[in-house]
């Protein structure tokens, strides 16, 4: 599994934009493919994951309502639809995938993701 994570850049406060995340290695069938942020001198954070076999994404309390996670029909593709951005927003996003499959939902730990993109840089300018 290879993530290759693009679409980051600047945007004024209450824009959008767009993230993708492509799988150029084999073929992933693990559990579940997400994004990660991490904003300078914090901590890398849970942002939205989303189940490889379908089913409701999960989504961080800070970006429920504004960003959206899906993916493409050939299951390669990974997005990040970010909307009505805020300051507090801009950071490195990874996307990342986990391959156990957890019984009890999707992992928000970075550290039970297996993989992980180059990251794209988002900054939100007031």
């Known amino acids: 599994v290879q993530l290759q994570a693009c679409g980051g850049g600047l945007v004024q406060a209450r824009g959008r934009l767009r993230l993708s995340c492509t799988n150029s290695?084999?073929?992933?069938?693990?559990?579940?493919m997400g994004w990660f942020r991490q904003a300078p001198g914090k901590e890398r954070e849970f942002v939205a994951a989303?189940?490889?076999?379908?089913?409701?994404?999960y989504y961080a309390d800070s970006v429920n309502g504004r960003y959206t996670i899906y993916r493409d029909n050939a299951r390669t593709t990974i997005f990040l639809q970010m909307n009505n951005l805020k300051v507090e927003d801009t950071a490195v996003y990874y996307c990342?995938?986990?391959?156990?499959?957890?019984?009890?939902?999707?992992?928000?730990?970075?550290?039970?993701?297996?993989?992980w993109g180059q990251g794209t840089e988002v900054t939100v300018s007031s």
């Open positions: 290695g084999r073929t992933f069938s693990g559990s579940a």
């Open positions: 990342a995938a986990d391959e156990t499959y957890r019984e009890w939902g999707i992992s928000t730990s970075a550290d039970d993701y297996d993989y």
């Open positions: 989303l189940r490889w076999s379908g089913g409701r994404p």
